[in-house]
């Protein structure tokens, strides 16, 4: 494991949450179209940056948008359940519009086209302080999700060193959300596949592990 200390992280907090925890309500204003209100939780207020994962159930993509909790909402039309209200950037207002529009049953959620698979393999990982070990916990075509010591930050690009039966595989990824728990502490990874030889390997990697038999 590389021996430089932790660096200090200023990305969003990974909040998962279920798309009935989300409110339907059409914005009443123009500028409300990138507030959408959730149900209050434990530890996150007012002025927190959040990277929202919000889930439609196991055979949909969910949708992924970061946001910044700017007010609490605990009025009676709630009944008398807390919300927090989250504001996204303009370019992220059509994802907000897309979760309210499957909401409010006016489309269907988009089948999900990369299914993640649980597994459990060795993984080195590089940037530029040096190299770090983990473990891929869940894999799809296009991403990982990753438990390491050591986490690095939302947005950088990082290099996944992993073997399979055909050898040494090397893949350029990016940091899309971390998660700081303890020793469960991890990180999620976006693929930046580089030809079509790569991206087949990646599909054989994802079958072994739909079998059971991915490199531990």
Known sequence: V????PVSRTGPRLLR???DE?????????????RIAMAARPGISVG??????????PMADEVIFPGEVVASDDSDGNHGRSRLVVEVAADDEPR???????????????????????TDCEVAWYRRTGRFEGRIQDLSGRGAFITAAILPIVGERI??????PEGRLVLEC???????QGLRNGFGVCFHVQDRDEAARIS??????TAGAAPR
Do not use: K, N
């Open 2 to 5: 590389g021996l430089s200390p």
């Open 17 to 19: 949450v279920r798309a």
């Open 22 to 34: 989300l409110s339907a309500a059409a914005p009443e204003q123009p500028t409300q179209g990138r």
């Open 48 to 57: 927190d940056r959040l990277e929202l994962e919000v889930s439609f159930g």
């Open 96 to 118: 907000v519009s897309y979760v309210r529009q499957v909401l409010s049953g006016e489309r269907q959620p988009i089948t999900r086209s990369h299914r993640r698979i649980p």
């Open 159 to 164: 290099v996944l060193h992993l073997d399979d």
């Open 174 to 180: 990016s940091v899309t959300w971390l998660r700081e």
């Open 204 to 209: 054989r990697l994802v079958r072994l592990a």
